[in-house]
T-cell receptor
Framework: GAGVSQSPSNKVTEKGKDVELRCDPI?????LYWYRQSLGQGLEFLIY????????KSGLPSDRFSAERTGGSVSTLTIQRTQQEDSAVYLC?????????????FGPGTRLTVT | GDSVTQMEGPVTLSEEAFLTINCTYT??????LFWYVQYPGEGLQLLLK?????DKGSNKGFEATYRKETTSFHLEKGSVQVSDSAVYFC?????????????FGKGTKLSVIP
């Protein structure tokens, strides 16, 4: 079946502009995660959604970052007033359940470059 | 908070050499441990996992044993191939109630030469 998909695959934006990154999880997966992969910081957790529960936003680096998940499926990560340090690959992952040891399935990522 | 430390790369080996990538962790309780792999131009994929002490995860000739006494989860393969060239990430997820997000090590880039 289809895996996790993300769009766009690449995004170049000017400093100060807003960007939206999209994630389509695997159908039926209730848990959805966003991570950021950058040279300096490695792979970092950003935010987590599980069903209709309030999201865990503990990893968001600043209030310029926000995310929503509509209808328990598609998610959008929004970065407002982008800065050069936001340049990274943004990864989305989904999981069929939230359980210790549960595998997360990753998308190909969106490479964001802020000029 | 939780953390994962893995050996710095890059690592370059000849084909059929023995591979070890060290990974140690700090976490409360009983985390689950993972190795993820990222092949060139591809996304992260799970290589193997272990969910409790003394469990051994294995896949594609790779093995790792969950050692609680040394808080380690070292990745090993007896004979590497060129196709194993990739970046390897050690990771953990917590055991308490919560979102089970993954905490990753920095990654180790492996290059296997013929």
């Amino acid at each position: 079946g289809a895996g996790v998909s993300q769009s766009p695959s690449n995004k170049v934006t000017e400093k100060g502009k807003d960007v939206e990154l999209r994630c389509d999880p695997i159908s039926g997966h209730t848990a959805l995660y966003w991570y950021r992969q950058s040279l300096g910081q490695g792979l970092e957790f950003l935010i987590y959604f599980q069903g209709n529960s309030a999201p865990d936003k503990s990893g968001l680096p600043s209030d310029r970052f926000s995310a929503e998940r509509t209808g328990g499926s598609v998610s959008t990560l929004t970065i407002q007033r982008t800065q050069q340090e936001d340049s990274a690959v943004y990864l989305c992952a989904s999981s069929p359940w939230v359980l210790a040891g549960g595998e997360q399935y990753f998308g190909p990522g969106t490479r964001l470059t802020v000029t | 908070g939780d953390s994962v430390t893995q050996m710095e790369g890059p690592v370059t080996l000849s084909e059929e050499a023995f591979l070890t990538i060290n990974c140690t962790y700090t976490a409360t309780g009983y985390p689950s441990l993972f190795w993820y792999v990222q092949y060139p131009g591809e996304g992260l994929q799970l290589l193997l996992k272990a969910t409790k002490a003394d469990d051994k995860g294995s896949n594609k000739g790779f093995e790792a044993t969950y050692r609680k006494e040394t808080t380690s989860f070292h990745l090993e393969k007896g004979s590497v191939q060129v196709s194993d060239s990739a970046v390897y990430f050690c990771a953990l997820s917590g055991s308490g109630a919560g979102s089970y997000q993954l905490t990753f090590g920095k990654g180790t880039k492996l290059s296997v030469i013929p």
